[in-house]
């Protein structure tokens, strides 16, 4: 039984990795691309993962949108930030940090909201994302990009700045994109259960060098460590096959550390 | 309210990154290691996150074992089979198949089960995991090994090669970790809803070739990748913070692809 | 004593990494850019290494380009191939085939000339570059380019498709790029001194593998080894320190190995 | 026309990637190894690049040492430091510094004395290499390294502290190997020709900071540049062609700049 199309579904329209739309249909309305146009009313009823043809006879998928297609889709849209978490970040974040069903995750700033997405669909029905944003455009454009992509009853938004502390406590992780992340390390600390999860992913290295330091003062925190993940892509053809020439050689660190319940004496 | 050490719970006992056990923990028994001996019984009762002291005076930290910590004790103990799917390779399978919460995943082989945790862990109660496994002994390890760390109510073990067919329909992503992954991509195509995902690990880039050109047939298929993903640690010390001398230079390609509901034509 | 510039001289002008250019100074010529002009006669006479203003008063560096400069607009001009032999890897040619001052190298494809350039400046006067090319506009177009930048002694070269034969004999090395390396795996042996270096610079895996099973015929060939580099640059800024965003991922693979006297039996 | 082996002369004796040996040859002597003795004297008067039986019937490759092969075994000896320049970081130094058959270089500290023997074959008879080590031990033992391994006439040790100053004037390139590069600058910038190059090589980034520091102090350095190289080996094999498992992450980063006659006003 394959999910159907509807009136106000959000479809990913695919031509290739470069030229492709996330897209609401709506009846009697038209996508137009440079490459031809298609009519939503052809898309209604039909199923996800169909090849529908343009007008001028160019032939596209339509995609129930991926987690990686919104969080790009996110990325491109906000003009706030040049830098989102990276599904190749996200999925690191998710693993290191033990994030999974049932996981309740605090998360500073929302920015986009791309990354409270991935939270969001990780930690489902059964767990809560609690989320913190200091400016408020920020944050309600990122409550209407999250209402567009995914039912929020999981996602508590929070228009505040973190640095003035955590309202949760005994929360499973603790997720930081933030400029100063050095800062809510205590109040990361206050908000966790023993033996769980800070994650703060930062840019440059000398953020991460005041992390490291601010995780370090009073031996409170166990388990450190400071990765950074390269994505590669491989053009598979026949006979030519060979890693794509360009790729994103750096997005981000990400720092993980563990609360100790007593610490180092 | 932190979780408490109970007489069989799991325990990660830390003493550095290259130093450190699961162990369970046995009422009256103790750890022993050449940095001194732990009584169990000065953990039970106790919470996760505790630093305690060996009876020679080291320190190490008591943790509840992560996603990391399991997925990599599974793979040191299997001898069956030397690539085991790496935390950081697990991370991006989970967000490029947009695997999450209540998602049902086949996966094949299970072997370690190291991969079959995660998953387990990432579609939580209202989700499922079926695993197959063609060898029984490595079946009947991996059950055990599941269930000492995991409720496993959520995932249906196989003891069948994948090779003779899926038995499930309409699930949301088929994950292959086999020497010959191209033969089960008309099994995957069929078990799949239309849309969604097809995701595969390679340790070589022969394996890969011959998946794509599995794939690529009667246009099945769309949205073709594949990724390989770098890991690298970052010492982080002050006044000498550089890169970590080794790495895992490379563990796996990881191939991804959709179902089409009716292909090119 | 430093250089000075002269009528002739090529300059590199340099506002920064990515705004730089080499030119000709011709007497009474103007250099034109969005950023203003310069005359070249205020270059003339004048060393090397000086900051000069344009005319809208925006500060330039003007150099003596250097083999990366030479060789990176080298790959720029060429029209023909994609695919030119970057800095890094003619680094790793030199030092992993032992070319030096007095080295005696036969290189095939010409191309655009910028590895015949760094092979002549690393042989030297001592030394000499055989270099076949089979294309007579490629050739021609090289010939012109090379006397541009280099004292053209040390170099030979053959208007001539090296599948036809290698004319010299007892050379230190044969470095390759080409579409087909593997069809000049015999002619390079018998040009090669015993011990010495077969390096094949391919930009897909497919071609690496057909390298190396035409080099493992035989047993012919011994310390069989293929290379990949990447150069990753950093971004140095107070409190701001990181890799840069973009980097090339994949320009090509390098396959080295020593001709055997009498191969294995 | 092949060289062939003498009594006195270097061989490398090679059986896989991880076990080869460099040996002096010696009349009547013998090679050990658990694979098997060699007579020297079965290779006297012979060509580089047989391969030869051990009496226990194992195949080795006999081959000249190549620069490679020195550089690496040279790093091995030294207990003095942990890091030797690898060939990889010396083909880029020689590129981006422009140096080849001619130029005439600056080194500190001379350490191991493996970069040292690669900068004296790629400037060759015609160029020099001027080399300061502060430590006499380290000195001596890389003054009897090197006269092993190259006629070295074209390199001039001094077993001086590069802090107290650089005797030479005019030169084409500085290259740094050494714990406090920023301390050399001034010095560097003073034994410069205008246009020509600073290369400095440090394992950690803070090294790498405090060097822009410096070199951003006055306007008086141009083009400054920060690469890191990683090398990959590829294993490639019938039916089985993937990257190495392991790889060096990382040795060390390379800052490069080039001296401005009259700097930034």
Redesign the interface.
């Known amino acids: ?3 159907l199309i509807k009136n106000g579904s959000y479809v990913l329209i ?1 031509l290739d ?1 470069k030229r492709n739309w996330i897209r609401e249909v709506k009846e009697d309305g038209t996508f137009h691309s440079n490459k031809g146009q298609i009519q939503y009313n052809d898309l209604i009823g ?6 529908v043809k343009s007008h001028s006879g160019i ?1 596209f ?1 339509i ?2 949108p ?3 297609d919104i ?1 790009t889709s996110m990325g491109k849209k906000t003009r706030i930030s040049t830098n989102i978490v990276y ?2 970040d ?9 994030i ?3 996981s309740e995750v605090v998360e500073a700033g929302t920015g986009s909201g791309a990354l409270t997405f ?1 939270l969001a ?7 809560k994302v609690y989320t913190y944003e200091a400016r408020e455009d920020i944050y309600q454009t990122a409550k209407m990009t999250l209402e567009k992509y995914t039912p929020t009853k999981n996602i508590i938004m929070h228009n505040k700045d973190i640095l003035e502390g955590v309202e949760e406590k ?1 929360v499973d992780a603790v997720v930081l994109d933030l400029a100063t992340p050095w800062e809510v390390v205590e109040h990361a600390f206050n908000a966790l ?5 800070f994650a703060s992913y930062s ?4 953020q ?2 005041k992390t ?2 601010a995780l370090s003062i009073d ?1 409170q925190w ?13 053009r ?1 053809k ?14 981000g ?1 990400m ?1 993980f550390a ?8």
């Open positions: 039984m394959s999910d695919f990795g039909t199923s996800y993962g169909r090849v032939q998928q995609h129930k991926s987690l990686t969080q599904p190749k996200a999925g690191i974040i998710l693993i290191e940090s033990s999974g069903a049932g991935v669909n990780a930690v489902g029905s059964t767990g005994d259960k023993p033996s769980h999860y840019p440059t290295i000398n991460v060098m490291h330091e031996g166990g388990m450190l460590k400071t990765l950074e993940v390269l994505q590669r892509e491989i598979v026949p006979n030519a096959t060979r890693p794509k020439t360009w790729m994103v050689a750096h997005t660190y720092t563990r609360k100790l319940y007593d610490g180092y004496s």
